[in-house]
């Protein structure tokens, strides 16, 4: 299928016409293989994403993340597997309507106006006339451009400009907004801005699938993540799920391996090194009660450490083993 994509925003294709699935998932990827030559850029991939839910798709550079969206958008071909997105084949044109896409690499025409480029995109997404002005204004305050719609492109700064892809991507209030690092270019007041825009995104409907190798924000946003490597999904589930069993580690001089009697009602234990507990299945609420029972077998406490921190060392750990 031909297709197109404007800078920064909704996507035209030419197809049968057919009226997306409103039931079931939103995206379903089935053994998704993606070959550019002998690499694999997705090698196997699977995964799904439900309606009205904020979709974290995290990897290190090359892992794939990229390219999953533009098979999604339809940009790109499986050379293996399956993808579906709202419930029709990646690129159909009225699935397409029913989407926005913010691209990782984007330029606007620097001599037009914000406005002038948020009604073209409008105009391109075949939004009636009528509705475009209310929709772009929306939009435009949505990303905190507000007042800024009559200024040129070129006078934007890197992240204002991120900002004018956001709010593209943001018009005709679509079902499901492919975002490919919508960060990158902010600062952290940025970041924070873009993360309050995906929340309001998740209070009225609209699923997000995001693009992000920037974890801080993934963990903060996201209802399930997937952590992709080298093609492959390497973890999948509810953020917690993700980060694994709660777990604590305790810097204790006095309480070995052989002093630790009665702790193993606290969770499993193990002793990675000298002088540190790990104890693995505790809650938080527990953390006070696992230090007491130390300190009654004689142990003093030198640091108590909640693990895995962040979403961060989870992901380090996961790459590295695959
Ligand atoms: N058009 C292409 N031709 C050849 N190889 C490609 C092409 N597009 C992507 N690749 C390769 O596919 C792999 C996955 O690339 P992709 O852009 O999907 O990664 P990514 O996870 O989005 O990375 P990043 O975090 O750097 O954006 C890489 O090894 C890349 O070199
Ligand atoms: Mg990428």
Redo the contacts with the bound molecule.
């Keep these: 299928m031909e297709a197109s994509v404007t800078a920064g925003g909704h996507v035209e294709g030419r197809g049968e016409r057919a009226g997306p699935d409103p039931a079931g998932p939103l995206v379903r990827m089935d053994q998704a293989v993606?070959r550019?030559?002998r690499?694999?850029?997705?090698d196997g991939l699977s995964l799904e994403v439900a309606p009205g839910e904020v979709f974290g798709f995290l990897?290190?550079?090359?892992?794939?993340?990229?390219?999953?969206?533009?098979v999604l958008l339809g940009f790109?071909r499986l050379s293996g597997g399956s993808a579906r997105v709202l419930g029709r084949p990646p690129g159909d044109r009225e699935a397409r309507r029913a989407i926005g896409y913010l691209p990782?690499l984007f330029r606007y025409q620097e001599w037009l106006t914000a406005n002038e480029v948020l009604e073209l995109h409008a105009a391109l997404a075949g939004q009636p006339h009528a509705a475009r002005a209310r929709d772009v204004a929306e939009a435009l305050a949505l990303v905190g451009l507000a007042g800024r719609g009559d200024d040129r492109v070129g006078t934007f700064s890197k992240g204002m400009q991120q900002r004018l892809g956001l709010a593209v991507a943001l018009l005709g209030r679509p079902r499901l907004v492919f975002l490919?690092?919508p960060t990158s270019a902010l600062d952290p007041v940025g970041r924070r801005d873009v993360r309050a825009v995906i929340c309001a995104l998740r209070d009225r409907g609209t699923a997000v699938f995001l693009?992000s190798?920037l974890l801080g924000e993934v963990e903060k946003v996201c209802d399930r993540v997937a952590v992709?490597n080298r093609?492959r999904i390497v973890a999948m589930g509810p953020l917690r799920a993700v980060l694994g069993p709660p777990a604590v580690r305790v810097r204790v001089t006095g309480v070995g391996p052989g002093q630790a009697a009665g702790l193993e009602r606290f969770g499993a234990l193990s002793f990675p090194e000298p002088d540190l507990v790990e104890v693995v299945g505790l809650e938080e609420a527990a953390v006070p009660d696992l230090v007491r029972a130390m300190v009654e077998l004689g142990g003093r406490i030198h640091a108590v450490d909640p693990r895995p921190v962040t979403l961060e060392e989870r992901f380090i750990e996961l790459v590295r083993a695959t």
């Excluded at 690499?39 to 997705?42: D, E, K, N, P, V």
């Excluded at 990897?59 to 533009?70: I, Q």
């Design positions: 993606k550019y030559g690499a694999r850029a997705l990897g290190p550079n090359g892992a794939g993340k990229t390219t999953a969206v533009k790109a990782e490919d690092e693009n190798h992709v093609g």
